[in-house]
Nanobody
Framework: VQLQASGGGSVQAGNSLRLSCVAS?????????MGWYRRAPEEYDYRDLVASIDSGGGTNYDENVQGRFTISRDNAKNTVHLQMNSLKPEDTAVYYC????????WGQGTQVTVSS
């Protein structure tokens, strides 16, 4: 299984970005729980779970993004999205998608930079 993340960029506070993560080499993507993590600039190798979505579409969010971020999935396209609205400078981080079901698989990071 490989995960390819995209959609990062540099925006001003208050704006939006949409991250996407496409899974390849997977037979039953719909049965997987998927998550988005982020690593803040000051963190060497610690990644916070931002949001997750299970096979039934149930979602969980970090309290710091609740109400601003929305995780969703398109099983037909083996893709999970993270819609990020009302971005804040403290959302600046490298964002990673991760397969949570079974052996963990990480995608490569995508940089999100939010300026004030």
């Amino acid at each position: 299984v490989q995960l390819q993340a995209s959609g990062g960029g540099s925006v001003q506070a208050g704006n939006s970005l949409r991250l996407s993560c496409v899974a390849s080499g997977v037979i039953a993507f719909s049965g997987l729980e998927m998550g988005w993590y982020r690593r803040a600039p000051e963190e060497y190798d610690y990644r916070d779970l931002v949001a997750s979505i299970d096979s039934g579409g149930g979602t969980n969010y970090d309290e710091n993004v609740q109400g601003r971020f929305t995780i969703s999935r398109d099983n037909a396209k083996n893709t999970v999205h993270l819609q990020m609205n009302s971005l804040k400078p403290e959302d600046t981080a490298v964002y990673y998608c991760r397969k949570l079901t079974g052996p963990p698989v990480w995608g490569q990071g995508t940089q999100v930079t939010v300026s004030s």
